[in-house]
């Protein structure tokens, strides 16, 4: 269980478009999800952590206003990168958040997509 | 903020030699530390967690608070270890863990 998928896997886009990627947790639900990017050879940089029913925040240094997430449901967030410029080219990791009875106890685990690549022209 | 810093952008040994992976953090409270790996091709996992103390595919780490450090180790490499390892930090806030933050990754590469 606790498998995450992302839509698109990879999208190529003109500058000045805007571009969608769900994020979905397929066998659990999820009032959390997190969203990070990841630039060539550079570590996965949060970039904002997704509420079900709430707004997203930010980390320092993103904009809310180029990258809209929206989590309508217990099952998929959406982030939207809009007026996307050539800068905006990464690989975007989604993950999800599940509690996990293991037995030494009972923790939360973040389960990862497989990513969106992303190339704006 | 918290930071976590692994020294080694990549690391070879032979197969059947130990391994030891630096990761070394630094936050004022009390995070709780992972290790994730990403095989070729294939998404982020979670290979262990300092709280739960498992062995996971023969891989260890220890948290050293007085150290700042949480390194990973295998006493013994295997071809298949071959993989990128992220070492990274989570908080507790009101609503549970924050996002992780990781470290820039070390490339582990077994040598048959």
């Known amino acids: 269980g606790a498998v995450v998928s992302q839509h698109p896997s990879w999208v190529i886009c003109k500058s000045g478009t805007s571009v969608k990627i769900e994020c979905r947790s397929l066998d659990f639900q999820a009032t959390t999800m997190f969203w990070y990017r990841q630039f060539p050879k550079q570590s996965l940089m949060l970039m904002a952590t997704?509420?079900?029913?709430?707004?997203?925040?930010?980390e320092q240094g993103v904009e809310k206003d180029k990258f809209l997430i929206n989590h309508a449901s217990l099952t998929l967030s959406t982030l939207t990168v809009t007026s996307a410029h050539p800068e905006d080219s990464s690989f975007y990791i989604c993950?999800?958040?599940?509690?996990?009875?293991?037995?030494?106890?009972?923790?939360?685990?973040?389960?990862f997509g497989p990513g969106t690549r992303l190339l704006v022209l | 903020a918290q930071r976590v810093t692994q020294p080694e952008k990549l690391l070879s040994v032979f197969k059947g030699a130990p391994v030891e992976l630096k990761c070394n953090y630094s936050?004022?409270?009390?995070?709780?530390l992972f290790w994730y790996v990403q095989y070729s091709r294939q998404r982020l996992q979670l290979l262990l967690r300092?709280?739960s103390r498992e062995s996971i595919k023969g891989f260890t780490a220890d948290l050293n608070k007085g150290e700042t450090s949480f390194h990973l180790k295998k006493p013994f490499a295997q071809e298949e270890d071959s993989a990128m390892y992220y070492c990274a930090l989570t908080v507790y806030s009101g609503g549970g863990a924050d996002g992780l933050t990781f470290g820039k990754g070390t490339h582990l590469i077994i040598q048959p």
């Open positions: 993950s999800a958040r599940r509690w996990d009875r293991e037995r030494e106890g009972r923790w939360e685990t973040q389960y």
């Open positions: 936050y004022s409270g009390s995070p709780e």
């Open positions: 997704s509420n079900e029913g709430s707004k997203a925040t930010y």
């Open positions: 300092h709280i």
